[in-house]
């Protein structure tokens, strides 16, 4: 270890180097930070199993050379490998809570976490909410959040992917909500039947082929089937849109966030009228249909 190294006596100094190395290479962020100091004390913290809540005095706190190397280990394999700062600790923090994250699910970051705090207020009463949807699920962050937020709802997932809902299940299991969240293998309403729902929910692919060819590296290490969808992004959209109504109760709503896509949804269909939500800390392209929004396009009961 150079000397240059040794001279990392604290907390704060190992935050400090890691930040400047991480601007110094370029590194890109939007995995659960947006930017280089953040990411930095999120690693530090993790290698020294210290959380976030630590008072900011500790950060001045001697480290021992054990620590060091624990420390300057994730900070490099962040900086060497580009692999975001969630896959390194196996967790994410979402509407609060932590949620463990692998390589087989994308890492959360929705600003649907501030409508799951919300419970979906003004435009759903939390206390008729008996079912919710959760398509494309992931890690089952959000359905185990709405779990949360709607203590004496039935909440099923459904996930195309085996591994990323092995990570569901294991995240509902942890959270203790396993028994009301029900995480379903295969593509989108296929695994669910009949049933309908107070609220569905859903952060799918919406990625299109150009903006998957232009990702940055950090991305990169995201599995493609959760981020990609067709030359537009909106393959999988469509076939939400289609299938919703069916599956939605009469009072229903539909949520979906389709990020950078939003104009390209916006300009596909002109006569919906899409509410798209504002957050306080940031996001969008997340947009509200009613029940009877869908209804005007999408009746009947054939999913296309």
Do not use: K
């Amino acid at each position: 270890m150079s000397d240059e190294l040794l001279d990392l006596w604290s907390l704060r100094d190992c935050v400090r180097w890691g930040a400047s190395r991480f601007n110094a290479a370029g590194l890109c962020f939007g995995h659960g930070t947006d930017n280089a100091l953040d990411e930095a004390l999120d690693l530090v913290l993790y290698a020294v199993h210290l959380d976030h809540d630590l008072p900011a005095d500790f950060l001045d706190a001697r480290i021992t050379a054990s620590e060091r190397e624990a420390i300057l280990r994730l900070l490099r394999r962040r900086e060497d490998e580009r692999i975001p700062a969630a896959y390194l600790t196996r967790r994410a923090r979402f509407a609060g809570d932590w949620y463990y994250v692998d390589e087989h699910v994308l890492v959360p970051r929705s600003p649907m976490a501030e409508l799951v705090e919300r419970r979906f207020e003004p435009w759903l009463d939390p206390a008729s909410v008996g079912r919710v949807l959760d398509l494309c699920t992931g890690s089952g962050c959000i359905a185990v959040a709405c779990a949360h937020a709607f203590p004496d709802a039935q909440v099923d997932a459904t996930e195309l992917s085996e591994a990323a809902a092995a990570v569901a299940r294991r995240n509902a299991r942890e959270h203790g909500v396993d028994t009301r969240v029900r995480v379903l293998t295969g593509d989108l309403f296929a695994p669910i039947g009949e049933a309908q729902y107070d609220l569905v929910v859903s952060n799918p692919p919406y990625v299109s082929e150009a903006e998957m060819a232009a990702l940055p590296a950090e991305y990169r290490h995201e599995p493609a089937l959760g981020l990609a969808a067709g030359p537009d992004g909106l393959d999988v959209v469509r076939r939400i849109l289609a299938g919703a109504r069916r599956h939605l109760a009469p009072d229903g709503i539909l949520v979906v966030e389709v990020g950078d896509s939003a104009e390209r949804l916006a300009a596909a269909y002109p006569d919906i009228r899409f509410l798209w939500l504002e957050f306080e800390r940031g996001g969008g392209g997340v947009f509200l249909l009613t029940a009877a929004e869908l209804d005007r396009h999408f009746p009947g009961p054939e999913e296309t």
